[in-house]
């Protein structure tokens, strides 16, 4: 019998909000549906309310739009075949133009290394936020980072100044094609439990 530990510890509700954080994966297929922009508004909006060291709301947020999709199609487009030809090029411009909703997520920079730290790990407690609440309103996503957040034409596209804040990661978001499965270790290989 589980012994509970706190108020609800046990509980119906406590095990399926477990369930949608263990549940969430990162879907990489997408039915061709629009997400509704307000949700996406929403999630951003709870996103944050994530944790952040000093209240310094390190974030910002940028939902592409068509048009700016399109920008970014060709630059991946033109980055990728000048590194691995004209198929490769238009095989990855093809594949990411099957990505529903687009999202940027940046973090402020800053010249002192604590601060950088701690602000990037509130970055990434906003997109896993944002993600999560997506998942279970039934929407995927994917964080990515791949070179393109990193060439200075992204930053172009996206709007940001490049010198005061860099990309945490693109997510992209849709409703789930395909959702694949996934493991983890066990969790007595990963905590310590000291006396
Ligand atoms: C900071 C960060 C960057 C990531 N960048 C990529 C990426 O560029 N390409 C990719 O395929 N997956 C990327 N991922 C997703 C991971 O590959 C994915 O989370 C991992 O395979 C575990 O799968 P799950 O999210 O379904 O648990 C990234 C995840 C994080 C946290």
């Not at 994530?50 to 399109?70: C, D, M, Q």
């Not at 030809?85 to 594949?95: P, Q, V």
Request: hydrophobic fraction near 40%.
């Amino acid at each position: 019998m589980v012994k509970k530990t706190a108020p609800g510890y046990d509980s119906q509700e406590l095990r399926e909000f477990a369930e949608v954080l263990r549940g969430r994966r990162t879907i990489n297929l997408y039915l061709q549906m629009p997400v509704p922009d307000e949700l996406i508004r929403d999630a951003v909006e709870v996103a944050t309310w994530a944790p952040n060291h000093g209240v310094t709301e390190p974030w910002r947020f940028y939902r592409l739009g068509s048009k700016s999709i399109g920008r970014c199609l060709d630059l991946v487009r033109e980055l990728v075949t000048a590194a691995k030809g004209e198929k490769a090029g238009a095989f990855k411009a093809k594949s990411w133009s099957e990505k529903p909703g687009w999202l940027v997520v940046t973090c402020r920079s800053s010249d002192d290394e604590l601060l950088q730290r701690e602000d990037y790990a509130a970055c990434a407690t906003a997109v896993q936020t944002f993600m999560l609440y997506l998942w279970k309103a039934g929407i995927g996503s994917k964080w990515t980072t791949g070179d393109i957040t990193r060439d200075p034409g992204f930053a172009d596209i996206v709007g940001f100044n490049a010198s005061d804040e860099f990309v945490v990661g693109l997510i992209w978001y849709g409703f789930p094609k395909v959702t694949p499965a996934q493991s983890r270790k066990d969790v007595s290989e990963v905590l310590t439990e000291l006396p």
